[in-house]
């Protein structure tokens, strides 16, 4: 998001709506918070299970949020 309160809102509500699937870590600001303009922040889902995450990934597709582009890597390798 171009507002960082709307993207760690953003990140909260996601975080709500998924604790009862799965653990979630964060939200958390990502190192280089802002870039090109839009703020960061992140989220870290944990299940052993694949179709778990990618449930948890459709439930999160599922809410619409008005000036937040959501974006996801299944197998982070660095985190920015």
Known sequence: SRENS??????????EA????LPVKGPAPAA?????GFY????????PDRRT????????ES????????EWDLDPINFS
């Not at 280089?32 to 090109?36: A, S, W």
């Not at 995450?53 to 999160?60: D, E, G, Q, S």
């Not at 809410?63 to 959501?70: D, E, S, W």
């Open 6 to 15: 709307r993207a760690e809102a953003s990140a909260m509500e996601i975080k």
């Open 18 to 21: 998924l604790q009862e699937d």
């Open 32 to 36: 280089i918070m802002k870039m090109r």
């Open 40 to 47: 960061t922040w992140h989220l870290l889902l944990f299940h």
């Open 53 to 60: 995450l990618l449930n948890a990934l459709k439930k999160i």
């Open 63 to 70: 809410i619409r949020f008005k000036g937040v582009r959501l």
